[in-house]
């Protein structure tokens, strides 16, 4: 970018690092320099794109823009276990707009304090909004919780309730800002809670997890595909806020839940017997089906009765 690049990314981006003890070298330098994770961790590597009118409306508040493209990369280190570490920063930028720039900093600022995650460097470039988060975590070895472990008879599970930043997208396009259930419903949109409480103690328990980016069904396929089995998914148990009833009847609710993306929850499958221990410490999650032979996804009601879904989540192509 031109001549106001070093300024720009000295004004906005370098204050970021939190002082955290385990960044020997922060923005400013040809690479970063970090600690070494404790012994016996792993590392966990991701990396997510979010470009304007693609992943969030093009006219959204920097703010939620910046919340956001670090929420959804939070979440690929929860999905596994991990805990954050530190991440960078690659930015693309229709213009140098200084007011548009102080909101996003202060938006990812706000983010990485929250989540005590460092930013320890990236790269600034102009052309349409895009921005790439390439996050890094660390977990005790041989402690992820990958996608392949599901085993026949697992009960499958969903941390809080889905399909409220489906409904959000929905009041944005309809331009309903001033629905009253709006403002629970755009936060969950742009500022995703990451729930590494959860994460953390199902390390161990946990066969298998994913993060619900693309919708519940879609997501859970992938589960299914890597751990070779099929599941049956009671549609009546999956869990849904007073706020996207309200907003859209308990079938469009319910269709924005299984089919909607975004949501950055838990999916996770482990032995039911776990559960009630995991809810003693305070942790939400609902059981909404189990595992079994085979390699369906068959969605049903509370009576038995087979369902079928609207829609089975977001394609990227
Ligand atoms: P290089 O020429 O080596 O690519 P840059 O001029 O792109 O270096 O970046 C200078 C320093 O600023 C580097 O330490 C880089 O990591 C950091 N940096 C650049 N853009 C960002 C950004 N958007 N957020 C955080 N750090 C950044
Ligand atoms: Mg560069």
Redesign the pocket.
């Not at 923005?27 to 970063?32: K, Q, R, S």
């Not at 960078?88 to 930015?91: C, G, N, Q, R």
């Not at 930013?119 to 600034?124: A, F, H």
């Given at each position: 970018m031109a001549l106001s690049?070093?300024g720009l990314?000295q004004d906005y981006?370098?204050d970021?690092d939190l002082g955290c003890a385990h960044v020997i070298q922060g923005?400013?330098?040809?690479?970063?320099l970090l600690a070494a994770p404790r012994p016996g961790c792993e590392l966990a590597i991701s990396t997510d794109t979010l470009i304007g009118g693609v992943h969030f409306p093009g006219q959204a508040p920097a703010n939620c823009i910046a919340e956001r493209a670090l929420a959804v990369n939070l979440s690929d280190l929860n999905a596994m276990g991990a805990e954050p570490y530190a991440f960078?920063?690659?930015?693309t930028l229709p213009a140098v707009d200084t007011d548009w720039l102080a909101d996003f900093a202060r938006g990812l600022g706000k983010q990485a304090l929250a989540y005590n995650i460092p930013?320890?460097?990236?790269?600034?470039t102009r052309g349409p909004l895009s921005i790439t988060i390439h996050i890094i975590g660390q977990l005790p070895q041989g402690q992820a919780l990958l996608r392949s472990g599901a085993s026949v008879g697992d009960s499958i599970y969903v941390s809080g309730t889905l399909g409220d930043a489906a409904a959000a997208l929905q009041l944005i396009k309809a331009g309903e800002l001033h629905n009253s259930d709006a403002a629970y419903l755009l936060h969950r949109f742009y500022a995703p809670e990451i729930d590494f409480v959860l994460s953390t103690a199902l390390r161990g328990i946990a066969t298998s997890a994913i993060d619900v980016s693309d919708g519940l069904l879609a997501d859970l396929r992938h589960i299914l595909n890597s751990s070779r089995v099929g599941a049956v998914i009671n549609v009546d148990d999956v869990p849904l806020s007073p706020e996207i009833l309200r907003v859209g009847g308990e079938q469009q609710a319910l269709a924005w839940a299984l089919g909607g993306g975004d949501d950055y929850r838990l999916c996770f499958t482990m032995a039911a017997k776990y559960a009630s221990a995991l809810r003693r410490q305070g942790l939400q999650l609902t059981c909404i089906g189990e595992i079994v032979a085979g390699d369906g996804l068959r969605c049903q009601t509370a009576d038995g009765a087979q369902y079928q879904p609207e829609r089975s989540g977001y394609l990227h192509f």
């Open positions: 690049e070093f990314i981006f370098a970021l923005v400013g330098d040809d690479c970063a960078t920063l690659s930015i930013l320890v460097g990236g790269d600034t």
